[in-house]
């Protein structure tokens, strides 16, 4: 036996073994983003037995892992592999691999032409013998949805012979005199339709376009037209004889084609229209495949709608009983004088937008929404068995809900026409809700000005929506006409309970109806309802009411990818999340509300992702915390067992990362709060470090998320921030109507406080940051408090009278519906409240301001005026404070390119570490950018 003295020095050499190691560990740079890995596109196979992902740095190459669901560790690394999928078999991984960047890269650099790039490749891995085929220059693959072990394989162009001619790859004279012909240009390229296995193969040239049935019976593939010659065509191939038939030739294009649900019937639309032609008129055609002929063909004059075309824009679908097919019809082109005058010349041609009081939609959003106002499609339906065409959608009531699979003999219709003025300043407009019949397209009102978004039971036999305006969920019985209160009796509010701005709160959603329309599941904040819509005062907590006695949110999780109906014969898995911890699992109950849910498992994690195998209970899972990476892990439906089966980011165990705790906290007004505190790696209570403070809205639920080091978009990296050895805070916010900024400030600043209280923060070097609505947050902060060293403000409203009656040019929206019914909270009009327009506007306050500032604001931000971060700098450089505006060139709200999100990550850590941590101070910040500087440096040295 060791003695004690034995015991200690056993002891002391751990820890100092431990010790060591921790210093080994180093801080998080800028140049570890690329690297860092995220884990995509799980997915099990229907019999449970393989287990595939995609992971990828977030620069650089990637890899798929294939594997047995009982043995991870016998892996299959496709390196470089992207969009895979399993064989709807079960025996083969398909996916595609694509070239090294690095070398893609260097070809770049040399200017190397397209045709000189390396292209995709495929691979088809065999999950018995584990064994993998390539084949080179892939544009595209497809493989049966439902059943059949095939594949089509569509390559790119093929690149002329090095030793042909250069104006020519082939003759078709034998003497030596014969001129050489030049390829008749096409863009169809080469397609493969083979069987996994390779044992059955088939080629064709000159294809534009290909599918396969559902069921993997047949491949349709249409040739592209070659010029100067009259060849598209449209082929189906029969992949049990090899067969390969003509279904239709001859025109200029075919498009859109889609086969019926049982593959019985092929239906596609086609022009002979010349490509160049600003109004070409369609046809739409069906093949019945059995029969081998066209059942039909719809031309523009059989249509119901007035001036009317079949338009290619929209989109083809079958009725599940295949008797109906569903097409576009678009309003007939128009012609209009001005337009068409060849006597004027471009120059002389007047342009300008002309804003109507009476409009329905401003011009900017009309302008935002051309393309697709032009695209517009309405509904209509052709019956198969008699060939009538009724028109569903309208000018009037356009909108027709098709649902994902048609059953139905009707649809929900609706419109907001009538209401859509007010849609600048009002986002929750009404709708008119109808319902609409197939067989003859006649209109029933459900109801006028219905607050909501109404969907169809399985069944067909109620319209359901959630009504905000009298926070209750409704449904209307369409064969008695009966609108019905789902919860209006129910003793627990069903409208979002912690919902803090002018408009109205929603819902936590619906969980699906039980077999038959026999009851529907609604959420409240933490627990299911079922409730009979013929008897909605019987209506049963699944949960119990344990959730909210325990202040636990349960949901259910749906484990069919297909599903319509929910059976209730079987086992009700619910995911849990507990507010007051943030711990997460799951939970068992059933569809009686008879017993409380039984947990299964619940810890210190988040769970996401989960996946069930179609046909076992095979189930795969994704877990994290702050410091674990949200890695895939293998169970089953009893979670009894979890076993790791990715590993992502090694390199994370050599450096410092940190932990977080939960902070609770007194807002200014006593209502209790909780926020993140991130804390580097062995911190120490009674030393002192500097603290950034992030915010925007509430945070506190994302504990368990974990957060990858990544160059900034526009807000601080928490990890570098931390692993740089700062403490980042970041507090929950809860907001009074009218007061958005003094709400900030009675928020964020007791809870600063209250981490101070726990000790190790350096107060003489703490600083806030925040984007958007957390940028206009820190914007007033500063004009009301100079505990903070430093600010980074990104893309701020300091000026609320000014981006009141601006334009979001993203969507091309006003921006009065923000103040008055949203994030803003001002809850009125500019004139009905100017005054709190103003007291909750840095700008008017900016003379109080000590706090250096840096401000990001891009030129082509569509969701705040670009202005807004220049009316703040320019008031700073007036007054004489130091500030900074970085403006992105082209850029959005947040950066989109990676090089300009690199950039702003080196300014920030520059910045912050400048004024917290008194590094000196880059060149960009003493000595600018010169306009005449630009793009000839950066400027990131560090001054004396």
């Given amino acids: 036996m060791l003695k004690v003295k034995q015991w200690a020095w056993v002891f002391g050499l751990a820890l100092l073994t431990q010790i060591s190691f921790a210093q080994q560990k180093r801080s998080l740079t800028h140049a570890d983003y690329d690297g860092w890995e995220n884990l995509s596109s799980e997915k099990i196979t229907k019999n449970g037995q393989f287990v595939g992902f995609q992971i990828s740095p977030q620069d650089g190459d990637g890899r798929i892992e294939v594997f047995p669901f009982k043995n991870p560790t016998q892996k299959v690394i496709i390196p470089r592999g992207t969009s895979f999928n399993f064989s709807s078999d079960d025996q083969y991984a398909i996916g595609k691999i694509t070239p090294q960047k690095d070398s893609i890269r260097v070809l770049k650099l040399r200017k190397k032409k397209a045709d000189d790039i390396p292209k995709d490749s495929l691979f088809i891995l065999n999950l018995t013998t584990r064994k993998v085929e390539k084949l080179p220059r892939v544009k595209s693959f497809a493989i049966p949805t439902e059943k059949g072990s095939w594949i089509a394989i569509h390559f790119e162009k093929e690149l002329p012979k090095k030793d042909a001619p250069k104006d020519s790859i082939a003759t078709n004279k034998t003497d030596s005199t014969a001129k050489i012909e030049k390829p008749k240009k096409t863009d169809g390229t080469k397609l493969l339709v083979r069987s996994l296995d390779g044992a059955k193969t088939w080629e064709f040239e000159r294809v534009k376009s290909y599918s396969f049935t559902p069921n993997g019976d047949f491949l349709q593939y249409t040739l592209a037209e070659e010029e100067k010659a009259d060849n598209a065509a449209v082929y189906l191939l029969n992949l049990s004889t090899g067969e390969s038939k003509l279904v239709h030739e001859k025109m200029t294009t075919y498009s859109n084609l889609v086969f019926s649900p049982q593959s019985a019937k092929l239906a596609f639309i086609a022009t002979d229209d010349s490509l160049k032609a600003k109004k070409p008129t369609h046809t739409l055609y069906i093949y019945d495949i059995k029969e081998g002929d066209l059942a039909t063909q719809v031309e523009k004059s059989a249509l119901k709608l007035e001036n009317s075309r079949i338009s290619p824009d929209g989109s083809l679908r079958f009725s599940e009983d295949e008797s109906r097919l569903f097409f576009g019809v678009a309003k007939d082109y128009m012609d209009y004088a001005y337009e068409s005058d060849t006597t004027i010349l471009d120059e002389e041609r007047v342009s300008l937008d002309i804003w109507g009081w009476q409009e329905a939609e401003i011009q900017p959003m009309q302008l935002k929404n051309k393309s697709q106002e032009e695209r517009k499609t309405y509904l209509a339906t052709l019956n198969l068995l008699d060939f009538s065409i009724t ?26 026409a009538p209401y859509r003025r007010s849609y600048s300043w009002d986002i929750q407009i009404g709708r008119d809700l109808y319902s609409v019949d197939f067989k003859t397209g006649t209109r029933t009102l459900i109801e006028k000005n219905a607050s909501g978004s109404p969907r169809l039971s399985p069944e067909g036999k109620y319209a359901y929506w959630y009504d905000a305006r009298d926070s209750s969920w409704v449904a209307y019985d369409l064969e008695s006409k009966a609108k019905i209160n789902l919860t209006k009796r129910i003793s627990v509010p069903f409208y979002d309970e912690i919902h803090d701005s002018p408009s109205l709160p929603g819902s936590y959603g619906s969980e699906g109806w039980l077999v038959g329309d026999a009851a ?3 959420n409240d904040r933490f627990d299911i309802w ?209 007061l958005p900024g003094p709400s900030a400030y009675d928020c964020i600043i007791p809870g600063v406080q209250a981490v101070i209280a726990k000790g190790g923060v350096d107060t003489e070097n703490m600083a806030i940051q925040g984007q958007s609505w957390g940028g206009y947050q820190v914007a007033y902060l500063i004009t009301r408090t100079n505990m903070f060293k430093a600010a980074g403000a990104g893309a701020p409203v300091v000026n609320m009278t000014s981006a009141y009656g601006g334009i979001r040019w993203g969507t091309g929206m006003s921006r009065m519906f923000q103040y008055e019914q949203t994030q803003s909270r001002i809850g009125g009009t500019l004139w009905e409240k100017p005054m709190y327009y103003l007291e909750n506007s840095p700008l008017f306050t900016m003379d109080r301001v000590q706090t250096p500032v840096l401000i990001m604001h891009n030129d082509a931000d569509g969701a705040v005026p670009w202005y807004q971060g220049i009316e703040m700098f320019m008031a700073l450089k007036r007054l004489n404070k130091p500030a900074w505006l970085l403006q992105y060139n082209g850029e959005d709200h947040n950066l989109v390119q990676r090089k300009n999100a690199k950039d702003l990550s080196v300014r920030l850590s520059q910045f912050f570490d400048h004024y917290l941590k008194g590094a000196p101070a880059p060149l960009w910040m003493t000595e600018g950018l010169p306009a005449v500087e630009k793009g000839k440096t950066l400027k990131y040295e560090l001054g004396n």
């Fill in 520 to 522: 529907i599941l609604i």
């Fill in 530 to 738: 079922k409730i009979d819509p013929k008897n909605p005062t019987s209506a049963v907590s699944l949960t119990l009411g344990e959730g909210r006695k325990k202040q636990i949110t349960f949901r259910r999780e749906q484990l069919k990818a297909d599903e319509t109906s929910i059976d209730p014969k079987e086992l009700l898995i619910l995911s849990a999340f507990n507010e007051l911890t943030k711990d997460n699992g799951f939970f068992t109950s059933t569809y009686e509300g008879k017993s409380a849910p039984k947990q299964v498992l619940m810890s210190a994690h988040r769970y996401l992702g989960i996946r069930k195998a179609q046909e076992s209970n095979q189930v795969i899972v994704r877990r994290s915390t702050y410091r674990e990476n949200p890695d895939i892990y293998l169970t089953d439906l009893t979670f009894k067992t979890l076993t790791k089966a990715s590993n992502l980011n090694p390199q994370q165990a050599g450096i410092k990362w940190g932990s977080v705790e939960l902070v609770s906290y007194l807002s200014n007004d006593g209502t209790p709060l909780q926020g993140l505190l991130f804390k580097p790696e062995g911190f120490d209570a009674t030393k002192k470090y500097p603290m950034m403070v992030y915010f925007y809205e509430r945070n506190s639920e994302t504990l368990h998320n974990y957060r990858a080091p990544a160059p900034s978009r526009s807000t601080i990296n928490i990890p570098y921030f931390v692993s740089n050895d700062y403490l980042v805070f970041v507090p929950d916010i809860k907001y009074d109507l009218g």
């Fill in 391 to 416: 028109q569903l959608g309208t000018p009037e009531v356009e909108h027709v809900m098709m649902e994902n699979k048609i059953t139905k003999d009707f649809a929900l219709a609706w419109t907001d």
